[in-house]
């Protein structure tokens, strides 16, 4: 018993400072750090960061161009589009109530979690939908506002889709061996019980923050998220201690970058080249993407709120986020791949189906 402890811990250990490989072209960082960069210059050069931040959070739907035919890259593109504005939209409209917020961005996680895995979307999957919606879900409620940063969002968009149909006209003549098909689609049934336990924890996630009144509740669901999506429950156990790790790691990182007093314009060029640098690693070391992604996002709360921030409470309240959100992942992950309590679901979802329809 012992020794097999201690294999499986020289294991991880050995595999913690592994950097996986990774087909994926140096293209796509590219296009993802102009897509979200773009919009903050611009936001800076009007004097209105605050815009650019909303707008840059639209041009992450590039991350979802799949490598499958033009057609198929544009129409992927758009529906991912008005999923990123529909997602916006449904946090924003339910922030006014934190506890019926965490109620609605749990129904809204389930559904874009079942929808996600029936038409078999590349990864990153359900993630950008479930975060945007988090995030819009604790901003400031104000009913004016909402359809100008519903807009703004949908302008990183339109945003994205050019860049990628300009990139794909190019990529799927100069890469046509790069094609790839989608998956299998899940059954029925294993979706749905996914889907109610993602769902689920999403929303003990956000409730969690709003209970204890944290200065960003969203960065619980949103880490609480990054765990669940591991495709085993190893993989999430590693996700978990990546991302502890590289947080913890990540905030004397940002801790040194904000003492060098960086200028707004300096801010946006960091956070264009932190972008690029965690596209690049996200796929082949996670807990070293997540180093550089805590510093951009208390760079960009730093540009969202237009003046200077407490670094040593905005990175302690980040750390505790993540931690807090990584322990209710691993709870969630374990669940979601017990295959015990699945197939307990899905004989119980057939029996309530068979029911209904026999009334």
Not at 48 to 64: K, P, W
Request: aromatic share 12%.
């Amino acid at each position: 018993m012992l020794a097999s402890i201690k294999d499986i811990i020289r294991r991880e250990a050995k595999q913690f400072f592994q950097l996986k490989k990774s087909e994926r072209l140096w293209h796509i960082p590219v296009l993802a750090s102009v897509c979200t960069g773009l919009p903050l210059l611009v936001g800076y050069s009007l004097g209105r960061l605050d815009f650019g931040t909303l707008a840059c959070m639209g041009g992450l739907v590039i991350l979802y161009l799949p490598s499958t035919s033009l057609e198929n890259r544009m129409l992927t593109l758009l529906v991912c589009a008005f999923g990123f504005i529909m997602s916006f939209a449904v946090g924003i409209a339910f922030s006014f109530n934190p506890y019926l917020s965490a109620l609605v961005l749990g129904i809204y996680a389930f559904s874009v979690n079942w929808l996600t895995n029936y038409f078999r979307l590349s990864p990153p999957g359900n993630f950008f939908f479930v975060m945007i919606a988090s995030m819009a879900s604790c901003m400031p409620f104000d009913l004016l506002a909402i359809p100008t940063k519903v807009g703004l969002i949908a302008l990183g968009t339109m945003g994205g889709f050019v860049f990628a149909m300009g990139y794909s006209l190019y990529i799927v003549r100069r890469y046509p061996d790069k094609m790839k098909d989608p998956g299998i689609r899940k059954r029925h049934y294993t979706n749905l019980t996914e889907s109610i336990i993602i769902g689920l924890f999403i929303a003990i996630s956000l409730l969690t923050g709003h209970i204890f009144r944290l200065d960003n509740p969203y960065w619980i669901p949103v880490s609480c998220l990054a765990i669940m999506q591991g495709l085993n429950v190893v993989q999430v156990g590693q996700r978990s201690f990546h991302r502890i790790v590289g947080t913890f790691i990540g905030m004397g990182f940002s801790w040194l970058l904000l003492q060098l007093n960086l200028s707004t314009l300096q801010i946006c060029i960091s956070i264009i080249v932190l972008q690029f640098i965690i596209e690049v690693l996200v796929v082949r070391h996670y807990a070293l993407a997540v180093i550089f992604i805590t510093p951009m996002t208390v760079f960009l709360i730093e540009l969202s709120r237009g003046t200077a921030i407490d670094a040593n409470r905005v990175i302690a309240a980040r750390f505790l986020d993540i931690f807090i959100g990584s322990l209710i992942g691993v709870v969630g992950g374990w669940l979601l791949h017990n295959q015990k309590l699945h197939r307990k679901a899905e004989r119980q979802l057939r029996k309530t189906r068979i029911a209904i329809l026999r009334k």
